[in-house]
């Protein structure tokens, strides 16, 4: 008795067609070479489909470099902790305020001079993250003045209270308070 028979109770099929290897079924060239066909058809395929990609890719991408001395926008990414630190995340800035670029690192990372607002944050960054500034006085938005404590949080007071309300759910009240 074959091992496989041992093991799993019948006998070994093979990868091709998975018919029983003692069977009488002859598989002949012609079936080797169709399947070898179609192989190579699909081969084809997907390198005409990854080309017809790649060159959509490469008329749409622009290759992006700085100079020391420019200024960027950096995107703003749930990643970097600035949209949490600066409002709430959905009313984020999707870029911040001009940086000016202090030194090239490599092919596609540059140091950026961050403010001691962001001094926790690592200043080198990606091409990807960054957007050439050009000198206009209406893209620059000032931050909101925020008190910011050592760990980057802050801190929000309530203004007024704007609406009152009780809501029934299956025998329970629930208050809800509308706050600015």
Known sequence: MAPYEAVYGRKCRTPLCWSEAGENLVLG???FQQAME???MIRENMKTAQSKHKSYYDKRRTSLS???G???FMRVVPTTRIG???KSRKLTFRFIEPYQIIKKVGPVAYQIA???LLSDLHNVFHVSQLIEYISDPSH???PDSIQLKGNLTFETLPLRIVDRSVKT???KEIALVKVI
Do not use: C, S, T
């Open 169 to 171: 759910l299956q025998g």
């Open 140 to 142: 620059v938005i000032e």
């Open 70 to 72: 420019d200024h960027v």
């Open 29 to 31: 060239r012609d079936v």
């Open 114 to 116: 961050l403010p001691p």
């Open 66 to 68: 700085f100079e020391e």
């Open 38 to 40: 179609k192989i190579r």
């Open 84 to 86: 949490r630190l600066l």
